[in-house]
């Protein structure tokens, strides 16, 4: 059944065209999510919402000279949600046909009824108006409609500055990604909103090898770069041959810098690493699922659970966090979430005070908050949405960046990720970085490697006394896995650079 | 049969791309039915299904290659992207490393890996099956605030063809229950987890998992502080299979070992860990859950031995018929990852087993003067690759052992450390290797483990 081809419903449904069709035909399209969600309400389901959506992904590398990967990812499919007998249920297929959508919502309504068989407290949802409604991305350039050579070419021309810098870089990266989601909510309450979100970006790595040892160097970012909410020109704004040579000379320079001290020191957090800092320690924790024990099994709970709400000192008066899912070019930005919320934007942490979750409609009412923060996302049309991250922004303060240094009479500058790890309540965390530098009397003294830090997490954002204004900017992280089965979602933080007091800093030695 | 038609679909695939004139085409096709049912809070909050399927195409211009993946099975879908990818490669600058795709090999299925019963089970015996899970933590301890957890059943399929003639396909179907339980007293929280993996449904025992967790949870209420420091530990399977699993992620796929930044190209032929170390690569053991007799490109998977009696070589190392082809004389070993896990990234070991000795974990704690019980590791990640060092933390049931007993349980303790060092002392072997997803292993103590820093719990 799924490896047969229905033309006419194929047609009818596919999201594509959804957006292309006018009148009686967009009309008849409409009209077969409506009688999914008919279904489900006929197979005893209380609430249903449908999602259809496509998604087209493009993945290109030059490594080394020659084109590791050119890749084009094509992913169309629906996943309809169901809550009956005060439980929940979720099915989900690629089979964009009539009958399977059908199909897809009694299974879907089957399934929640055998969730009923453990239940000991219905869900329930925060009442919220339906919308219909319209969101795209703003963009100037499509990525899609590139040619594909001017994008090869691109990233060629900065893999080949990175190579030459010395015959220590053994592998040296180009990378490039854009992805497009075009995707369509409906509800039994009435909510019909079509999205279209494109986002992309890229970056370049050196690898430069010594007896052995391996540094590492990255622009704009590790995790092949930095991404936003955008078209093809945020790409262009990387301008990634212009850096090459400077990312290829660093890579080499740490294979002679001094290994990082292990001490306790000043530590200054530039933006690419700070964004990691906030995802972890406070991007997650403040996910109303995990503190409500919904993830439990797997990424672990969160130290701030609803008894801390507004009363726990998160940080000090210099930290203040929120999500924001309407900032222009953040990775996180869109138009409505995957239940039909509107964007918005609260404050996580207010002058260091613990002061907001973020939610979906079923976690909002369970703890009795006024609404949904409009987190609840899906990696794709065939997964269940969940609480994820939105654009977790630590707000800027007076400070310039050149001053927090100028202001550190010790300590240790530290850039670029290049490893994470945190507990499972979100409490011990240590990150190693690329580079570092010593700090003395307000400059840089010295180059150095393998720099690692480590802290909990309210000690170390209630050391933070310096937060910069001036090199403030967006940055995307698209690898945020979470959820079971796993879901990668793509999120954004905006921060510049941050001081931080009494951290303790070198653990590999 | 699934794979008969996913076969069809493939050879049609290359069929319709070597219309355009290509030289070489390769078409993976594959098929996923899963269903997940989940709980937290002792009750279902997650309960999903879904069937995915699509093609990988490969298309080879001369030394140009481009790649398109659809999630999709139409014939429509399938016709326009044999289109377009044959314009992407058309369009990639020529890649100087690629010799060919593979030629075909003789290879034999995997007889007994898939179950139908697991493919086919409903959301109401799944929901059964967690009910009973939380029960029986329930009625164990009044101690018990909640059960969490997840239950999947899944069958995964695929078929590959190329143009050479590779002809291969391979079918299986797995399960597993994993069971946390949080326990309360005074303020104080308790954590404990254990699960069951397998391909066959009738494996599955709730009872078993969540009475295990159960017991974890309430042994670990009232945690301790200890210094921070080097610990002999007596590793559970599970515990000891994240180590092994980053050990087979950082160090013996030829990518990283081609690039330089794997441990094995700097230890060729030392005894880098404890002679009692063996660890090798076998779709075809029994234990193994991912049994595909052939890799994503559809060349037989080789047995591989990763580790011998400590020692790792040239031999240790996964190719498949792109990084082959860069070495003069090698050829595929048959660990291109097949299309359910995504697009071809590098070749990976995904059969890792590691062998057992004879010891009992009450035999490993009986001998430990002072030391640490790990039930399992949360969140490794690699810190440096070419030394194996990776750092994460304890989870879910961490204790001291004093005098050769399990006495209290300590709050959760994080390290880092080069597994060079870690595994270079290994006392003690297990005998039972306990499935624990991809990494079949016994428990072990390892002589010392070095730990840097520790939670508030």
């Known amino acids: 059944m799924f490896l047969t081809t229905a033309p006419i419903y194929t047609l009818l449904n596919s999201i594509d065209r959804l957006y292309a069709l006018k009148g009686e035909k967009r009309r008849m399209s409409l009209d077969l999510e409506r009688k999914g969600l008919d279904e489900a309400i006929k197979a005893g389901a209380s609430y249903a919402d449908i999602r259809i959506g496509e998604i087209l992904d493009e993945h290109l590398t030059v490594k080394n000279g020659v084109p590791e990967e050119v890749n084009l990812l094509q992913t169309k499919g629906f996943g309809i949600r169901v809550m009956a007998k005060g439980a929940w249920g979720f099915a989900a297929s690629i089979d964009l046909t009539n009958k399977e959508v059908m199909e897809i919502a009694r299974k879907a309504v089957a399934i929640a009824k055998a969730s009923a068989k453990t239940k000991k407290k219905a869900a329930t949802l925060k009442k919220a108006s339906a919308k219909k409604a319209k969101y795209s991305t703003p963009m100037k350039k499509d990525p899609f409609k590139i040619p594909l050579e001017e994008k090869m070419r691109a990233l060629t021309d900065a893999e080949r500055i990175l190579a030459k810098q010395s015959p220590l870089i053994k592998v040296s990266y180009a990378f490039f990604r854009s992805l497009q989601e075009k995707k369509l909510f409906m509800s039994t309450e009435g909510a019909e909103i079509q999205q279209q979100i494109n986002w992309g970006g890229g970056g370049i790595l050196a690898v430069a090898i010594k007896n052995g040892e391996v540094q590492r160097r990255s622009y704009p970012s590790s995790f092949r770069g930095n991404f936003a909410t955008s078209g093809y020109e945020f790409f262009e704004s990387l301008k990634l041959a212009q850096h090459a040579k400077q990312v290829g000379k660093e890579a080499v320079q740490l294979l002679e810098a001094e290994k990082c001290p292990s001490t306790t020191t000043d530590l200054i957090i530039t933006g690419d690493q700070l964004a990691l800092q906030i995802h972890e320690s406070c991007g997650h924790p403040t996910e109303l699922d995990r503190a409500l024990g919904m993830e439990a099994d797997y990424a672990g709970t969160s130290f701030l659970t609803p008894d801390k709400l507004s009363k726990l000192r998160y940080g000090s008066k210099n930290v203040n966090i929120v999500a924001d899912a309407t900032v222009r070019g953040g990775l996180g930005t869109f138009g409505y979430d995957d239940e039909g919320t509107p964007a918005k934007k609260i404050y996580l942490v207010n002058e260091g005070m613990f002061v907001g979750y973020q939610s979906s409609r079923e976690t909002a009412a369970s703890l009795k908050l006024k609404e949904s923060s409009g987190g609840m996302r899906a990696d794709s049309p065939m997964a269940l949405p969940l609480i994820r991250m939105t654009n977790i922004n630590l707000l800027p303060s007076d400070w310039k960046a050149e001053e927090v240094l100028k202001d550190t009479r010790e300590g240790i500058l530290m850039q670029t990720n290049r490893s994470w790890s945190i507990d499972d309540r979100r409490l011990n965390f240590q990150f190693g970085t690329e580079i570092g530098w010593k700090i003395k009397n307000g400059s840089r003294e010295k180059m150095i490697k393998n720099p690692t830090y480590t802290g909990i997490t309210p000690e170390f954002w209630g050391s933070c006394d310096a937060v910069s204004k001036d090199d403030w900017m967006m940055w995307g992280t698209p690898n945020c896995g979470k959820g079971v089965p796993g879901q990668v979602m793509y999120v954004g933080h905006g921060c510049g650079t941050a001081r931080f007091r009494k951290t303790k800093v070198g653990l590999i030695q | 049969m699934v794979t008969k038609r996913l076969l069809e679909v493939a050879e049609k695939t290359v069929q319709l791309a070597l219309k355009h004139k290509v030289d070489q085409v390769q078409a993976a096709v594959f098929f996923t039915d899963s269903a997940l049912t989940r709980y937290a809070n002792s009750q279902i909050h997650q309960n999903v299904a879904s069937k995915k399927g699509g093609v990988l195409i490969k298309a080879v211009i001369g030394k140009k290659v ?314 490794t990640n690699p810190v440096e690759p070419t030394k194996a060092i990776l750092t994460g933390l304890t989870r879910d049931g961490t204790f001291l052992i004093e005098k050769g007993e399990i006495t209290k349980p300590v709050m959760n303790l994080r390290y880092t450390d080069s597994m060079l060092s870690a595994l270079k002392a290994i006392p003690m072997i297990g005998k039972e290797v306990e499935i624990v997803e991809e990494i079949p292993t016994p428990a072990m103590k390892l002589e010392k483990l070095r730990f840097t820093g520790i939670t508030q719990y």
């Open chain 2, 66 to 379: 481009g790649t398109l993946r659809i999630n999709s099975l139409e014939d429509k879908q399938i016709e326009d992207a044999t289109t377009k990818v044959v314009k992407i490669a058309k369009v990639t600058p020529p890649n100087k490393d690629f010799k060919s795709l593979p030629e075909p090999s003789k290879w034999t299925p995997i007889k007994g890996v898939f179950d139908k019963k697991t493919a086919e089970c409903t959301p109401d015996f799944r929901a059964e099956k967690v009910k009973d899970a939380i029960d029986t933590a329930l009625s164990k301890s009044r101690l018990v605030k909640a059960v969490a957890g997840s239950f999947s059943t899944d069958s995964f399929a695929f078929a590959v063809a190329n143009s050479l003639g590779v002809s291969a396909w391979a079918e299986i179907s797995a399960t597993s229950l994993q069971t946390t339980v949080i326990s309360q007293s005074k303020g104080s929280l308790g954590y404990g987890s254990a699960e069951q993996h397998s391909r066959r449904i009738k494996d599955i025992d709730p009872l078993k998992v969540s009475s295990e967790a159960t017991e974890k949870s309430v042994k670990s209420l009232n945690p301790k502080k200890i210094p921070i420091g080097e610990y002999t530990v007596v590793l559970s399977p599970r515990a000891a299979a994240t180590l092994f699993m980053f050990l087979g992620y950082i160090g013996f796929s030829a990518t990283s070992y081609q690039d330089g930044q794997s441990f094995v190209k700097y230890n060729l032929g030392k005894k880098v860990f404890d002679e009692k170390l063996d660890l090798k690569d076998d779709p075809k053991d029994a234990k193994t859950l991912y049994s595909f007799p052939v890799d994503g490109e559809g060349v037989p998977k080789k047995k591989m031995q990763l580790i011998e009696k400590g020692k790792v070589s040239a031999k240790s190392i996964c190719h498949d018929s792109f990084t082959a082809g860069k070495e003069k004389g090698m050829k595929s070993t048959g660990h291109a990852l097949p299309p359910i896990f995504g697009f071809y990234g590098r070749p990976m070991p995904f059969n890792v087993l590691v062998a057992s000795e004879s010891s009992s974990v009450e035999e490993m704690v009986q001998e430990t003067k002072h030391g640490i019980f790990v039930t399992r590791f949360h969140y």
